[in-house]
C-alpha cells in the first residue's frame, strides 16, 4: 500500500494499492485514465457534518453549488472510470434548516449538532425535504452517466429521532451508475435467498445495520453495503476507488476480497486512522465472518447489453 500527500510532484503510477490524503478535487487529477473498475463511495452530505476542513464539499452556502461540487467530482471519476465500470454512489438526504445557521443536539443524537449550517435553499419551505439524493442522480444523468438501478439501503437499526410529526426516517439510496450501455456485472456473486429457500437475482431493497468503524469517523459504511458493490463489479486484483475514504472500509473490504484500492481523503485524522485499520487487519490476518463471502476471483465478466434480461438491462 503506498500513501500519497496531495500536492504532488509527479504523476501517480498505479501498480498497487494507494491511498492519497487531500482534496479529491485535487487529488484525481492525479491518476490515469481508465484506471478503475469499480466506484464505492458515500460522500459528505449538504449540510449535516462539519468537518473542520476549509472549502470542505458539503457545507457549500446553497444546495445547487453542493450539486455542482458533486457532479464536477464524479466527472472526474468518470474518466478514471473503465468503459465497462460501475459507480455505486451512496448519499443520504436532509431538511431545510428554516434559515438556521446553526443546528442543536438531539438527546437521541448528539453528534447531530452544527455551529455552521446553510440556509433554506431558493424555492423551499421551512421543514421541506431536500430531495438531495434524486436531484444529484439527476445531475449526473445529465452528464452523460447511466443510472441504472435505485437500491434502497433500509436501517433496522436506525437512529432515533426526536420528532413527532413525521415519520423516523430508516433508509438512505444506494444509486448504481455505469458509464456506458454495457458493461461488467456479476449477477451471480450477489444472488440472495428467497422465502423458499432458493437463490434469485438481487432485489432492490437491502437490510443492513448501520455500524461504527470504532474511529472519530461519526458516519462510516458498513462492510455489508459494500461487499455486494464489489462482487458484482469486479475481478480479482481490479481497482476499486473510493474518493471520500473516510474510515476507510471499502479499502478493508477490497482488500479481504482481493482486489486493489485507490483510498482518497481530506481529512488527516481519518486519513490516519484509516491507515491504523488497514495495518491492524495486515496484523490479523483479517480474520473474520466475512471471509466466507463469494469471490468472484478469475470469473469472466459478463457485458450486460440493454436487450438482454427484463429487470436487470432491458429497463
Not at 50 to 70: A, K, N, R, T, V
Not at 115 to 144: E, H, M, T, Y
Not at 157 to 168: F, H, I, L, Q
Not at 277 to 285: D, F
Request: glycine share 10%; with cysteine; hydrophobic share 35%.
Amino acid at each position: 500500500m503506498q500513501i500519497l500527500k496531495i500536492p504532488s510532484k509527479s504523476k501517480v503510477r498505479l501498480i498497487d494499492s494507494l491511498l492519497i490524503e487531500g482534496d479529491v478535487r485535487r487529488a484525481l487529477i492525479e491518476l490515469p485514465d481508465g484506471s478503475m473498475q469499480c466506484v464505492v463511495t458515500s460522500p459528505p452530505y449538504w449540510g449535516l457534518r462539519d468537518y473542520g476542513i476549509p472549502g470542505q464539499i458539503g457545507l457549500e452556502g446553497g444546495l445547487p453549488e453542493f450539486i455542482q461540487s458533486l457532479t464536477g467530482v464524479f466527472a472526474e471519476v468518470k474518466r478514471l472510470l473503465r468503459p465497462d465500470g460501475i459507480l455505486w454512489l451512496n448519499i443520504g438526504d436532509g431538511y431545510t434548516s428554516g434559515n438556521r445557521g446553526w443546528r442543536a443536539p438531539d438527546r437521541k443524537n448528539p453528534n447531530r449538532a452544527m455551529s455552521v449550517r446553510p440556509g433554506n435553499p431558493p424555492g423551499l419551505k421551512d421543514k421541506d425535504l431536500l430531495g438531495i439524493p434524486w436531484r444529484l442522480a439527476f445531475a449526473l444523468q445529465d452528464n452523460g452517466w447511466y443510472l441504472r438501478s435505485e437500491i434502497i439501503w433500509h436501517k433496522p437499526n436506525a437512529m432515533p429521532e426526536s420528532v413527532k410529526d413525521r415519520p423516523t426516517r430508516a433508509h438512505e439510496h444506494l444509486f448504481m451508475f455505469t458509464k456506458s450501455e454495457r458493461y461488467t456485472y456479476f449477477p451471480g456473486a450477489v444472488k440472495e435467498v428467497a422465502e423458499d429457500g432458493s437463490t434469485r437475482n438481487r432485489r432492490t431493497v437491502w437490510s443492513i445495520n448501520t455500524a461504527t468503524s470504532g474511529t472519530s469517523h461519526v458516519a462510516p459504511f458498513p462492510r455489508e453495503l459494500v461487499e455486494p458493490c464489489i462482487l458484482a463489479s469486479t475481478a480479482d486484483q481490479d481497482f476499486v476507488l473510493d474518493p471520500f475514504f473516510g474510515s476507510g472500509t471499502v479499502g478493508l473490504v477490497a482488500r479481504r476480497l482481493g482486489r486493489r484500492y485507490v483510498g482518497i481523503e481530506i481529512n488527516p485524522v481519518y486519513m490516519s486512522e484509516a491507515i491504523g485499520a488497514l495495518n491492524y487487519g495486515l496484523r490479523t490476518k483479517e480474520t473474520n465472518r466475512h471471509e466466507r463471502l463469494p469471490n468472484t476471483a478469475g470469473r469472466p465478466g459478463r457485458r450486460i447489453r440493454r436487450d438482454e434480461t427484463p429487470g436487470l438491462a432491458g429497463r
